[in-house]
């Protein structure tokens, strides 16, 4: 007999932290998985964030929910969270976010908060879009910064996942014409705009979403 078919190489972009737990998942499915990490995450701002007379504390992904739980402090107001990824991630650190929006996007959860939200902190990482914090008349916090990551060659492979804008942006300056998966709609709408194909978009914005949408894309 000869060999069976190639198995599909995904590139994952994740930061060498957190990229374990996706390759797990997609090699179990049969697909080759690159490691390609493009960014790199490093906790900024303060110590401590003091989030007494707040009405609502804002969070947009799994680290920064991570990071806001271990420096809060003072009575902990309403958190509203982008994405179900983040949601779960305060619920690991005892926080129950009081809003997910439907739709995971700082444009959905502003559509979503109500009106007037009354004071707001939106806790973030430092190269965050400003739609949200303006749009809210909000006081920001940076908690951690992104820096981009360049392999010494470029990778290859059939599909490449992107987990974040940041990651759409790292992936976008190889200048690789690699179809992507994304994790959602502002990784979708940040990959376009720097002329990256995105073939198909996780239903739910988490790690399941991610693992359907890239055996969708890879047909097995």
Known sequence: MGP??????VIVTRARDSAGPLAERL??????????????????????????????????????????????????????????????A????????????????????????PQPPGRVLFAGAEDARPYLAEALDADTVVLYRTRALRPERPPEGDLVVLA???????????????????????????AREHGLQVVAEAESHDLDGLVEAVASAARV
């Open 4 to 9: 069976g078919p190639r198995r599909a190489r």
């Open 27 to 88: 090699e179990a499915l049969g697909l080759e998985v690159v490691l390609c990490p493009l960014i790199e995450l490093e906790p900024a701002g303060p110590q401590e964030i003091d989030v007494t007379g707040y009405d609502w504390v804002v969070v947009t992904s799994r680290r920064g929910a991570e990071e806001f739980a271990r420096r809060r402090r003072g009575e902990l107001p309403k958190v509203a969270a982008i994405g179900p990824g983040t949601a779960a």
């Open 90 to 113: 305060l619920r690991e650190h005892g926080i129950e976010p009081a809003l997910v929006p439907a739709t995971s996007t700082q444009e959905g959860l502003v559509a979503e908060l």
């Open 164 to 190: 974040s804008a940041s990651a759409a942006r790292a992936f976008a300056t190889l200048g690789l014409e690699i179809p992507a998966v994304s994790i959602g709609p502002e990784t979708t709408r940040e």
